[in-house]
């Protein structure tokens, strides 16, 4: 059973720490994409990547954080420094941008998602 | 812009009851793709059901029907003989040709009373 996976799946830290979430998406997807979600804003795409360059990351404040794929099975995303206002949950999704002839998928699916709590 | 509206932050059903959630949505774009989600509180996003803008027939998966209304831009979701387990937030998302990104509404709280 294919799935996306995302480590750590709860974090909590101090304000001014790096943060590092990781995830795995499924294998054979080239699309991936990083979403936040909080009560105020719901859910906000803060960047993707297919072919693991990056095609928009606009939705992320520069300042602090990155996103990068630095292999095919592996994109991470990395706060620093922290503040309180970044707790939230980060999910990755992946997706197959390039489906097989005759069938469209858009699909994108989710891992479980990681807990920031910054303090 | 494309924006997605779901205009009921909560329903309510009954267990073995039908629910209709609701979503509109703006786009000018004719190649399109429109999903509902599912959160329940283990916070997963679930896909529930998908429906491809050029095909006219509504999609269906299991006790999951869409309503898709293309001219009038609304994508609803309708749950068929309400089970506990449905109790969750679900989300509707837009995706358009070309770039895969998901544009999502504020969600809608599906309480399912037993």
């Known amino acids: 059973d294919a799935r996306v996976t995302q480590t750590p799946r709860h974090k909590v830290t101090e304000m001014g720490q790096e943060v590092t979430m990781r995830c795995q998406p499924i294998?054979?997807?080239?699309?991936v994409f990083w979403y936040r979600q909080t009560m105020m804003q719901g859910l906000e795409l803060l960047a993707y990547?297919?072919?693991?360059?990056?095609?928009?990351d606009s939705g992320m404040p520069k300042d602090r954080f990155s996103a990068e794929m630095p292999d095919a099975t592996l994109a991470t995303l990395k706060i620093q420094p922290s503040e309180p206002r970044d707790s939230a949950v980060y999910f990755c999704?992946?997706?197959?941008?390039?489906?097989?002839?005759?069938?469209?998928?858009?699909?994108?699916?989710f891992g479980p998602g990681t807990r920031l709590t910054v303090t | 812009a494309q924006t997605v509206t779901q205009s009921q932050p909560e329903m309510s059903v009954q267990e073995a009851e039908t629910v209709t959630l609701s979503c509109t949505y703006d786009?000018?774009?004719?190649?399109?793709?429109l999903f509902w989600y599912k959160q329940p509180p283990s916070r997963q996003m679930i896909l529930v059901i998908r429906?491809?803008?050029?095909?006219?027939q509504n999609a269906t998966e299991n006790r999951f029907s869409v309503n898709f209304q293309k001219a009038a831009k609304s994508f609803s979701l309708k749950i068929s003989d309400s089970q506990l387990g449905d109790a969750a937030m679900y989300f509707c998302?837009?995706?358009?040709?070309?770039?895969?990104?998901?544009?999502f509404g504020t969600g809608t709280r599906l309480k399912v009373l037993a």
């Open positions: 999704a992946s997706g197959l941008a390039l489906p097989p002839l005759g069938r469209k998928s858009y699909e994108q699916y």
């Open positions: 294998l054979g997807h080239n699309t």
């Open positions: 990547f297919r072919n693991r360059a990056p095609l928009d």
């Open positions: 786009t000018s774009e004719s190649d399109y793709y």
């Open positions: 429906q491809e803008a050029y095909k006219q």
């Open positions: 998302a837009y995706s358009y040709s070309g770039t895969y990104k998901y544009i």
